[in-house]
C-alpha cells in the first residue's frame, strides 16, 4: 500500500503514476479526436447508408438517439426492395412474413422488442411503444400485433411480389427422397409433359427477368439472415440502438431470432457504449453477442477487439470448424460512448456471383455516410 512506503519512494510511485494516468489520458484524447469524440456518430450494418445519413441528420437538429436511429432504419423497413427487413422481407416456410425488432434508449436504461409480429411494416416502433407504453420489455406473435393495432398501426400485407417470387422457388425447390415436389407439375401432367420444373414461375410472373430468377434460385439455395442494425452516439456522449429483421428467410414459423433478444442483437449501456448484429441469429444468441462486446468494451477492449472476440467465442462452438463455420455468416458492430467505433465479420466476405464482396458496415461521423471494411477471423478465398 502506498502509504507503508517510505516518503521517497512514495512520491516516486506517486509521480510515475501521474505520468500513467496523464499519457493514458492523452491517447485517450487522440483516439476520441480521431474517431470522432464529441461528434455525432452514427454506425449501422452495410445496408444503413441511408439509415445513417437520416440518423446523423436528426442528431444534427439535436434529437433524441433513439429517434434517430428508428427513423434510420424506418427506410429499411419501408423499402420493399430490402429484402432482409421489414415490408417486402422474405416469409416464412408458408410466406407469411414475421418480423423481429429491438430498441435500448442509452439515457433512460430501457429496452422494448417484439418478435414473430406480422402485418406491421415498422416493427422497431412497436418495439419502442412496448419500451414506453407498457410495463413490459418484450411482447410476441399475436399479442405484439394486438397491441400495435390498439396504438393504430395499420395491418398490413408485408408480402412483395418479389419475395412471393422468392418463396415460391424455394418451395419448388424442396424435394422429397423421390426427386418429388408437388408445387410443380404433377403426374397427371400430359403424357410424356411432366417435367418436374418450376415452368407455372414464368406464367405466375410475366414480368421477371433472368436476373431477379437467378436472385430468387440465390435466396431458395442460401437462405439469408439479413436484418440492419444501427448505433447512434450524439456529442453529449448518448448511445441508443436498435435492429430490425425479417429474420431467417424460409423459417418455421415462430422461429425467433437473435434481433429482438435484448443482449444478443442489440445491447446498449450508457455508461459504456453499444453494439448489434446482423446475420444468422441462432450463433449469437448462444454466445449473448451484443452484452458479451459490451462487456469486452467495459474491460477495455476497443470496439473492433470486443467483436472480434465475440467471433472467436462462436468459432470456439464449432470447434473452430472452417468447413461448418462456412455454412453461415454473421457481423457484430460496436460504438463506445466516447464515439469510437468498429465493426468485425466471422468471414472476410461473402461470395457473390463468383467473386468475393468484401464485408463492410456503414459510418456517418459527420458528412456523407460511407462504407468501412469489416475486420474478420476467418478468410474466404475467392
Ligand atoms: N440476425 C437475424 C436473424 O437471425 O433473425
Not at 432504419?73 to 429491438?102: C, F, T
Not at 425447390?173 to 411432366?194: E, F, I, M, V
Not at 458496415?361 to 469489416?374: M, P, T
Request: aromatic share 6%; with cysteine.
Amino acid at each position: 500500500m502506498a502509504q507503508d512506503l517510505p516518503v521517497r519512494h512514495n512520491i516516486l510511485m506517486m509521480k510515475r503514476r501521474d505520468w500513467i494516468t496523464g499519457t493514458a489520458a492523452l491517447a485517450a484524447q487522440a483516439a476520441v479526436a480521431q474517431t470522432g469524440g464529441g461528434k455525432n456518430v452514427v454506425i449501422a450494418s452495410a445496408n444503413g447508408l441511408r439509415a445513417c445519413a437520416a440518423a446523423a441528420e436528426i442528431l444534427k437538429r439535436g434529437g433524441d438517439t433513439l429517434d434517430a436511429v428508428i427513423a434510420g432504419v424506418n427506410i429499411n423497413e419501408e423499402d420493399p426492395e430490402d429484402n432482409s427487413v421489414g415490408y417486402g422481407g422474405l416469409p416464412n416456410e408458408e410466406g407469411v412474413v414475421e418480423l423481429d425488432a429491438s430498441v435500448m434508449h442509452g439515457p433512460t436504461r430501457r429496452a422494448g422488442s417484439v418478435a414473430s409480429i406480422q402485418g406491421v411494416k415498422t416493427p422497431s416502433k412497436v418495439a419502442k411503444l412496448v419500451m414506453e407504453q407498457s410495463d413490459h420489455v418484450m411482447l410476441v406473435g399475436e399479442g405484439a400485433g394486438r397491441y400495435a393495432r390498439a396504438y393504430g398501426f395499420r395491418q398490413e400485407n408485408l408480402l412483395t411480389e418479389k419475395s412471393r417470387l422468392a418463396w415460391l422457388v424455394w418451395k419448388q425447390s424442396q424435394r422429397d427422397g423421390g426427386g418429388h415436389n408437388n408445387w410443380t407439375d404433377g403426374l397427371d401432367a400430359p403424357a410424356g409433359k411432366a417435367t418436374g420444373k418450376p415452368s407455372a414461375l414464368r406464367r405466375a410472373f410475366p414480368e421477371a427477368g433472368e436476373e431477379l430468377l437467378a436472385w430468387a434460385a440465390e435466396m431458395a439455395r442460401r437462405p439469408p439472415a439479413g436484418t440492419i442494425n444501427c448505433l447512434g452516439r450524439n456529442a453529449k456522449g448518448e448511445i441508443s440502438g436498435v435492429t430490425t429483421t425479417s429474420g431467417l428467410a424460409w423459417k418455421i414459423p415462430g422461429r425467433v431470432g437473435d434481433s429482438p433478444i435484448i443482449g444478443a442483437g442489440l445491447f446498449v449501456d450508457p455508461d459504456v457504449g453499444g453494439a448489434g448484429s446482423t446475420g444468422r441469429g441462432e450463433e449469437n444468441i448462444r454466445v449473448a453477442g451484443a452484452h458479451t462486446i459490451v462487456e469486452n468494451m467495459r474491460h477495455g477492449m476497443s470496439p473492433k477487439d470486443a467483436c472480434l472476440d465475440c467471433l472467436k467465442r462462436i468459432s470456439r462452438n464449432y470447434g473452430d470448424d472452417r468447413e461448418r463455420l462456412g455454412k453461415f455468416d454473421i457481423k457484430f458492430y460496436a460504438l463506445s460512448k466516447d464515439g469510437v467505433f468498429g465493426s468485425a465479420s466471422l468471414w472476410n466476405g461473402s461470395m457473390r456471383q463468383g467473386k468475393l464482396a468484401p464485408a463492410q458496415f456503414a459510418v456517418n461521423d459527420g458528412g456523407k455516410s460511407r462504407l468501412e471494411d469489416c475486420a474478420f477471423l476467418l478468410e474466404r478465398k475467392p
